[in-house]
């Protein structure tokens, strides 16, 4: 344990500096433990791979914040939780936004939520709400708050300019809005 953490330490350190070999050596060490709590956690084989990456990504983005190169392995489990937490919320999110996408456009229904939970009340709010936004309303909102696509990327995918596209997000919230204050549910 002693020798295995001095050299994650000092691998740490060269990574901090940029070593990217150090650090592909200091995932390799660290990823097995972070593998197997993402199994228990019930999280599907493809969706853990995915968000392992992210979390090794996240980490190396951000290892210069790292204070203490020795306390690479809890920082890293935290990251971990934060991003499986990031990823429940948005998997809510996205089952929500389906619930008020035309199926036309899509081809495929909409995947419950992770672990088969039903996603919070305040979010089936929003499919009482499909017959009162227009289809184009529902895509773009999804693909802002769903996809999380930036401004610039859905100008890219429908043509229009950034600041048509964010005129038709500020319209879409709004008539939401609306719709949820006459139901009550704001």
């Not at 998997?91 to 909409?110: C, I, K």
Request: hydrophobic share 45%; glycine share 8%; net charge positive.
């Amino acid at each position: 344990m002693g020798c295995e953490q001095t050299d994650l330490t000092a691998l740490i350190e060269r990574a901090r500096g940029g070593d990217q070999r150090a650090y592909c050596v200091a995932v390799a060490l660290t990823e097995t433990p972070l593998r197997r709590w993402l199994l228990r956690q019930g999280i599907q084989s493809s969706d853990r791979e995915d968000l392992l990456e992210e979390v090794y990504v996240e980490g190396w983005r951000s290892l210069r914040k790292l204070r203490d190169p020795a306390a690479f392995k809890a920082w890293i489990w935290r990251i971990c939780r934060a991003t499986v937490h990031r990823w429940r919320v948005r998997a809510q999110w996205e089952a929500a936004f389906l619930s008020l996408l035309p199926f036309d456009l899509l081809d495929v229904a909409p995947a419950p939520a992770p672990g088969g939970e039903a996603a919070p009340l305040s979010l089936g709010a929003f499919a009482e709400l499909a017959p009162e936004l227009s289809p184009e309303d529902r895509l773009v909102l999804w693909r802002r708050f769903g996809e999380r696509l930036r401004l610039r990327e859905i100008s890219a995918l429908t043509g229009f300019s950034m600041g048509h596209v964010h005129r038709q997000i500020d319209g879409a919230r709004e008539r939401l809005g609306r719709a949820l204050r006459r139901r009550g549910l704001a």
